[in-house]
């Protein structure tokens, strides 16, 4: 079993990679939740103690999403930087969409005519008159996303690494301690099993010696 948990972070990281592809959405979803569910669900079983098990899911489930957020960052970063276009332009106008989360979108204003993206998915710190830099693939491979510097994506894929590195530490100590609780419940009982076969023949010597006298 603890062979299988690099995979399964594996499979986390490469859910992330794949995530921000167009047409790579489902087999981005059946990485994610088979590795995922390997992770936080089968390891953390293997402890014998629920407050324990529940504290190592939540010890997991934080960089099982940062090594996945952060790959997803990466990828679409380095698409757009290897094969992308950047256009300046100025913050139009700052839409605000109400649902179960407030979201903003940012209308973009180009000088000429362009076949950069007019309206990007932004945060409430852009404001109408800003000046910004846009990145767009002109094949569509990805989502079109205000221009970073040259090389971010080296920044978040290392993060992600390190969160990858972290989960499958995290996943190996998961499992090294459930086999090691688990053989000491068994060391345990058998203790309590001898004493009490112990105890039950000397009560029985006992018995047979008071009798023959």
Known sequence: MALLIPLAALM????GVLWPLRWMLVPSLVLGVAGGTWLIVVVPGLLPHGALSRLMVTLLVVPAVAAAVLAANASQGFVLELRGEVRSGVVARVVEHH??????ECVIRYRGATEAPGRLNCSNSYHVGDAVQVAWDPGGLVEPDFA????????????????????????????????????????????RSAASDGAGTAH??????CNTV
Do not use: D
Not at 166 to 189: I, S, Y
């Open 12 to 15: 986390v990281l490469a859910s």
């Open 99 to 104: 649902g179960k989360t407030t979201s903003y």
């Open 148 to 191: 970073e510097a040259k090389g971010t994506y080296r920044f978040f894929a290392t993060l992600a690494m390190v969160s990858e590195i972290a989960l499958v530490l995290l996943g190996e100590f998961t499992v090294v301690a459930g086999v090691t609780l688990h053989a000491a419940r068994r060391v345990a009982a058998a203790r």
């Open 204 to 209: 029985a010597q006992t018995t047979v010696s």
